[in-house]
Protein backbone atom coordinates (compact mmCIF):
# COMPACT_ATOMS: atom_id res chain seq x y z
CA UNK A 1 0.00 0.00 0.00
CA UNK A 2 1.36 3.15 -1.23
CA UNK A 3 2.18 5.55 2.12
CA UNK A 4 1.59 9.11 -0.15
CA UNK A 5 -1.13 11.06 0.84
CA UNK A 6 -3.31 13.61 -1.12
CA UNK A 7 -1.30 17.00 -1.45
CA UNK A 8 -3.01 19.67 0.87
CA UNK A 9 -1.09 22.89 0.97
CA UNK A 10 -1.61 23.93 4.91
CA UNK A 11 -0.22 27.38 6.15
CA UNK A 12 2.77 26.17 7.89
CA UNK A 13 3.66 23.99 5.25
CA UNK A 14 6.39 25.05 2.29
CA UNK A 15 4.45 23.40 -0.88
CA UNK A 16 7.24 24.76 -3.34
CA UNK A 17 10.76 26.47 -2.94
CA UNK A 18 11.16 30.60 -3.42
CA UNK A 19 13.91 28.82 -5.68
CA UNK A 20 11.03 27.60 -8.17
CA UNK A 21 8.34 30.27 -7.25
CA UNK A 22 11.30 32.59 -8.98
CA UNK A 23 11.73 29.94 -11.94
CA UNK A 24 7.78 29.85 -13.00
CA UNK A 25 7.52 33.45 -12.37
CA UNK A 26 10.67 33.98 -15.39
CA UNK A 27 9.26 31.75 -17.80
CA UNK A 28 5.46 34.33 -17.09
CA UNK A 29 7.70 37.23 -17.52
CA UNK A 30 9.19 36.09 -20.97
CA UNK A 31 6.67 35.02 -22.29
CA UNK A 32 4.94 38.42 -21.98
CA UNK A 33 7.61 40.03 -23.41
CA UNK A 34 7.81 38.13 -26.10
CA UNK A 35 3.72 38.65 -26.77
CA UNK A 36 4.10 42.31 -26.40
CA UNK A 37 6.56 42.42 -29.27
CA UNK A 38 3.91 40.46 -31.68
CA UNK A 39 1.69 43.77 -31.84
CA UNK A 40 4.47 45.71 -33.80
CA UNK A 41 3.24 44.93 -37.40
CA UNK A 42 3.51 46.57 -40.76
CA UNK A 43 0.93 45.77 -43.62
CA UNK A 44 2.44 43.37 -46.64
CA UNK A 45 2.85 43.65 -49.86
CA UNK A 46 3.37 47.68 -49.54
CA UNK A 47 5.10 50.18 -52.18
CA UNK A 48 8.47 51.98 -51.45
CA UNK A 49 6.22 55.29 -51.31
CA UNK A 50 3.81 53.82 -48.55
CA UNK A 51 6.74 52.41 -46.19
CA UNK A 52 7.46 55.32 -44.61
CA UNK A 53 3.83 56.17 -43.55
CA UNK A 54 3.17 52.42 -42.35
CA UNK A 55 6.19 52.75 -39.76
CA UNK A 56 5.23 55.98 -38.61
CA UNK A 57 1.85 54.48 -37.87
CA UNK A 58 3.44 51.32 -36.01
CA UNK A 59 5.12 54.12 -33.92
CA UNK A 60 1.95 54.05 -31.17
CA UNK A 61 2.98 50.63 -30.85
CA UNK A 62 6.51 50.70 -30.42
CA UNK A 63 5.55 53.05 -27.75
CA UNK A 64 3.34 51.10 -26.04
CA UNK A 65 6.01 47.97 -25.92
CA UNK A 66 8.46 50.27 -25.11
CA UNK A 67 6.92 51.20 -22.37
CA UNK A 68 5.46 47.51 -21.47
CA UNK A 69 8.75 46.28 -21.46
CA UNK A 70 10.51 48.65 -18.89
CA UNK A 71 7.63 48.52 -16.91
CA UNK A 72 7.64 44.02 -17.12
CA UNK A 73 10.98 44.16 -16.81
CA UNK A 74 11.49 46.38 -13.28
CA UNK A 75 8.82 43.99 -12.21
CA UNK A 76 10.81 41.45 -13.17
CA UNK A 77 13.71 42.33 -11.00
CA UNK A 78 11.42 43.27 -8.14
CA UNK A 79 10.24 39.71 -7.86
CA UNK A 80 13.59 38.01 -8.10
CA UNK A 81 15.02 40.87 -5.50
CA UNK A 82 11.74 39.78 -3.14
CA UNK A 83 12.73 36.32 -3.55
CA UNK A 84 16.32 36.96 -2.23
CA UNK A 85 14.51 37.67 0.97
CA UNK A 86 11.62 34.83 1.24
CA UNK A 87 13.04 31.36 2.91
CA UNK A 88 9.51 30.18 3.49
CA UNK A 89 6.21 30.25 0.98
CA UNK A 90 3.25 29.87 2.93
CA UNK A 91 -0.24 30.03 1.29
CA UNK A 92 -1.12 34.11 1.56
CA UNK A 93 2.18 34.36 -0.06
CA UNK A 94 2.18 32.01 -2.84
CA UNK A 95 -1.86 33.11 -3.75
CA UNK A 96 -0.26 36.90 -3.97
CA UNK A 97 2.30 35.89 -6.03
CA UNK A 98 0.13 33.61 -8.64
CA UNK A 99 -2.31 36.57 -9.14
CA UNK A 100 0.46 39.11 -9.72
CA UNK A 101 1.76 36.50 -12.76
CA UNK A 102 -1.77 36.65 -13.86
CA UNK A 103 -1.76 40.43 -14.32
CA UNK A 104 1.99 40.40 -15.69
CA UNK A 105 0.70 37.51 -18.61
CA UNK A 106 -2.34 39.78 -19.42
CA UNK A 107 -0.46 43.15 -19.73
CA UNK A 108 -0.41 42.47 -23.45
CA UNK A 109 -3.43 43.22 -23.53
CA UNK A 110 -3.39 46.57 -22.23
CA UNK A 111 -0.85 47.23 -23.54
CA UNK A 112 -2.56 46.80 -27.42
CA UNK A 113 -5.06 49.06 -26.06
CA UNK A 114 -2.80 51.41 -25.74
CA UNK A 115 -0.69 51.11 -28.87
CA UNK A 116 -4.45 51.74 -31.27
CA UNK A 117 -6.67 53.85 -29.01
CA UNK A 118 -4.02 55.49 -26.91
CA UNK A 119 -6.11 59.04 -26.81
CA UNK A 120 -9.11 57.49 -25.13
CA UNK A 121 -10.07 57.30 -21.80
CA UNK A 122 -11.11 53.11 -21.93
CA UNK A 123 -7.40 52.47 -22.70
CA UNK A 124 -5.35 54.48 -20.68
CA UNK A 125 -7.57 53.64 -17.65
CA UNK A 126 -7.47 50.16 -17.98
CA UNK A 127 -3.56 50.46 -18.45
CA UNK A 128 -3.02 52.20 -15.98
CA UNK A 129 -5.42 49.87 -13.22
CA UNK A 130 -3.11 47.24 -14.49
CA UNK A 131 0.13 48.63 -13.66
CA UNK A 132 -1.61 49.54 -10.14
CA UNK A 133 -2.68 45.99 -9.87
CA UNK A 134 0.45 44.56 -10.04
CA UNK A 135 2.06 47.11 -7.75
CA UNK A 136 -0.02 46.83 -5.35
CA UNK A 137 0.10 42.75 -5.27
CA UNK A 138 4.12 42.87 -5.21
CA UNK A 139 3.87 45.31 -1.98
CA UNK A 140 1.30 42.81 -0.94
CA UNK A 141 3.85 40.74 -1.22
CA UNK A 142 6.69 42.20 1.14
CA UNK A 143 3.77 43.18 3.51
CA UNK A 144 3.43 39.80 3.91
CA UNK A 145 6.75 39.72 4.92
CA UNK A 146 6.41 42.26 7.33
CA UNK A 147 4.04 40.70 8.93
CA UNK A 148 5.20 37.14 9.58
CA UNK A 149 8.92 37.53 10.01
CA UNK A 150 9.49 33.55 9.90
CA UNK A 151 8.49 33.41 6.13
CA UNK A 152 12.01 36.23 5.35
CA UNK A 153 15.65 35.33 5.53
CA UNK A 154 17.26 35.76 9.13
CA UNK A 155 19.06 39.07 7.84
CA UNK A 156 16.09 40.59 6.38
CA UNK A 157 16.25 44.10 8.48
CA UNK A 158 12.41 45.07 9.06
CA UNK A 159 13.09 48.60 8.47
CA UNK A 160 14.25 47.85 4.86
CA UNK A 161 10.56 46.13 4.14
CA UNK A 162 8.90 49.09 5.34
CA UNK A 163 10.70 51.48 3.42
CA UNK A 164 10.05 48.77 0.52
CA UNK A 165 6.20 49.11 1.32
CA UNK A 166 5.83 53.03 1.87
CA UNK A 167 7.28 53.33 -1.52
CA UNK A 168 4.98 50.59 -3.03
CA UNK A 169 2.18 52.37 -1.57
CA UNK A 170 3.11 55.49 -3.20
CA UNK A 171 3.85 54.21 -6.19
CA UNK A 172 0.43 52.47 -6.53
CA UNK A 173 -1.46 55.30 -5.56
CA UNK A 174 0.27 57.31 -8.29
CA UNK A 175 -0.70 54.91 -10.83
CA UNK A 176 -4.65 54.59 -9.23
CA UNK A 177 -4.87 58.01 -9.31
CA UNK A 178 -4.07 58.34 -13.17
CA UNK A 179 -7.70 56.10 -13.38
CA UNK A 180 -9.64 58.81 -12.45
CA UNK A 181 -7.33 61.33 -14.11
CA UNK A 182 -7.62 59.83 -17.48
CA UNK A 183 -11.48 60.85 -17.27
CA UNK A 184 -10.26 64.54 -17.35
CA UNK A 185 -7.55 64.36 -20.08
CA UNK A 186 -5.95 61.04 -21.09
CA UNK A 187 -2.62 62.37 -22.22
CA UNK A 188 -2.10 64.38 -18.56
CA UNK A 189 -2.56 60.74 -16.92
CA UNK A 190 0.21 59.71 -19.11
CA UNK A 191 2.22 62.61 -18.09
CA UNK A 192 1.58 61.19 -14.08
CA UNK A 193 2.90 58.14 -15.22
CA UNK A 194 6.35 59.88 -14.73
CA UNK A 195 6.16 61.27 -11.16
CA UNK A 196 8.01 57.92 -10.07
CA UNK A 197 11.45 59.00 -11.31
CA UNK A 198 11.59 62.37 -9.12
CA UNK A 199 9.87 59.88 -6.29
CA UNK A 200 12.93 57.80 -6.64
CA UNK A 201 15.15 60.27 -5.96
CA UNK A 202 13.36 62.16 -3.24
CA UNK A 203 12.71 58.94 -1.24
CA UNK A 204 16.63 57.15 -1.64
CA UNK A 205 17.38 54.88 1.25
CA UNK A 206 19.94 56.44 3.96
CA UNK A 207 23.58 56.72 3.00
CA UNK A 208 24.50 54.37 5.67
CA UNK A 209 22.01 51.22 4.25
CA UNK A 210 23.99 51.77 0.58
CA UNK A 211 26.39 49.44 1.23
CA UNK A 212 23.85 46.73 1.92
CA UNK A 213 24.31 43.82 -0.62
CA UNK A 214 22.72 43.98 -3.93
CA UNK A 215 20.66 40.89 -3.70
CA UNK A 216 18.68 42.54 -1.23
CA UNK A 217 18.12 45.40 -3.28
CA UNK A 218 14.97 46.88 -6.01
CA UNK A 219 17.18 47.77 -8.45
CA UNK A 220 15.72 50.00 -10.89
CA UNK A 221 12.12 49.33 -8.97
CA UNK A 222 9.00 51.38 -8.98
CA UNK A 223 7.99 49.64 -5.93
CA UNK A 224 10.51 48.80 -4.12
CA UNK A 225 14.23 49.99 -2.86
CA UNK A 226 16.21 51.43 -5.12
CA UNK A 227 19.67 52.34 -5.51
CA UNK A 228 22.23 53.68 -8.38
Excluded: C
Amino acid sequence: MSNSRPFVLRRSETAVSPERLSMLGDAVFAIAITLLALDITVPEGLHDSEVAHAVREALPAVGAYLLSFAVIGVLWLSQHALFEQVTTVDRPLLYLYFVLLAVVAALPFPTKLLSEYGETTTATAIYAGAIALALALLGAMYLRLLAVPALATPNTAPERLRRTVRRSVLHTLIFATSVPLAFVSPGLAKYWWLLPIPVRFLFREPAETAQAPAAEELPGDLSGDTQT
